[in-house]
């Protein structure tokens, strides 16, 4: 047990992660980590541009998690949600359970943000915010494509455990110069 | 009459000659928020009378983006027959995400003065 606890905090430390959150997220709980994470990014980026851009990334993540994630407590989406530095900024990662229908639906959407150009997705953006969210969206169907538009570049990928399927969804913003935390 | 601001939503200040909206918006329902704009606006603007919508925002969500969008559109088709309504927006000099999400506000509008605004 206490093995587990230094790997946790050798393995976040590792990795340049300085935000963590897992567990149930509400946006009563989104309320309070935010204001963590902008007093965080504060401190590691004096860049207005960038902080604006990861604290964006980190919101919709977030937000993805309580309205959609497949493990759900008592109207809370159970997954998790970290924001950690690279070596050219930052990358934020969310995981959390999906369904097998939403699987289908979130890679679809996102294979397809992945072939857009920045003009693509501006397009796509337009079209989207015009036209309003699709069926079964609970906000307004823009934050993969806010995401991809936003960050530097995102990936994502789908793992099979046991009866459930876990969902990784990551996003890289650039940043001459991410902490001297970092270091 | 001020809707103060919360952690999550901008303070909101309506006066007969406009309406401000100040900080950073990204509300848990985001119609909760939008609500008593719309209601104001459908009251406070005549087809004639001088009216200013302005808008300081630090950040918000692509819900709120949305509603945004929707408002300006409104106002866009108001403003074909209120010569006299305008929108600033207004952003942090060295914040290009919202000068961006200013100017592609900006794109699609018709008949509103729409202008941009540096804080410096």
Redesign the interface.
């Given at each position: 047990m206490n093995n587990k606890s230094i790997q946790l905090h050798e393995l976040m430390l590792a990795r340049g992660t300085f935000f963590c959150y897992a567990g149930p997220l509400s946006?009563q709980v989104l309320?309070s980590i935010?204001?963590v994470v902008r007093e965080q990014l504060t401190d590691a980026q004096t860049?207005?541009?960038i902080k604006?851009?990861v604290?964006?990334i980190f919101?919709?993540q977030a937000?993805n998690i309580i309205r959609y994630s497949g493990a759900r407590l008592e109207g809370s989406g159970v997954g998790s949600v970290s924001i950690s530095h690279t070596d050219s900024g930052f990358m934020l990662e969310s995981v959390n359970e999906i369904s097998l229908a939403d699987k289908e639906r979130v890679e679809q959407v996102l294979r397809e943000l992945k072939e857009m150009d920045a003009s693509e997705l501006?397009s796509a953006y337009?079209q989207r915010?015009?036209s309003?969210?699709p069926r079964g969206s609970v906000?307004?169907g823009?934050?993969f494509?806010?995401v991809a538009r936003?960050s530097s570049s995102f990936d994502y990928s789908f793992e099979q455990r046991e009866n459930k399927t876990l969902f990784l969804y990551r996003g890289w913003v650039a940043a001459a110069k991410a902490s001297a935390f970092s270091s | 009459m001020i809707i103060p601001a919360t952690?999550?939503t901008p303070e909101v200040t309506f006066t007969a000659e406009g309406c401000t909206i100040k900080g950073e918006c990204?509300p848990?329902d985001?119609s909760e928020f939008s609500a008593p704009i719309i209601k104001h606006l459908d009251n406070d603007l005549t087809e004639s009378n001088p009216y200013s919508v302005e808008i300081e925002l630090?950040?918000f969500?692509?819900?709120s983006?949305?509603f945004f969008?929707d408002l300006f559109e409104s106002l866009d088709e108001s403003a074909a027959v209120n010569k006299q309504l305008k929108v600033i927006w207004k952003y942090?000099e060295?914040?290009?995400?919202?000068l961006d999400a200013g100017e592609?506000f900006q794109e699609?509008l018709q008949n509103l003065k729409f202008s941009l605004e540096a804080l410096v």
């Open positions: 946006e309320t935010s204001a860049d207005l541009s604006n851009t604290f964006s919101i919709e937000q501006k337009r915010i015009k309003g969210p906000g307004a823009l934050g494509i806010e936003r | 952690s999550r990204y848990e985001i630090y950040y969500n692509s819900s983006a949305k969008f942090r060295e914040d290009d995400t919202m592609e699609d």
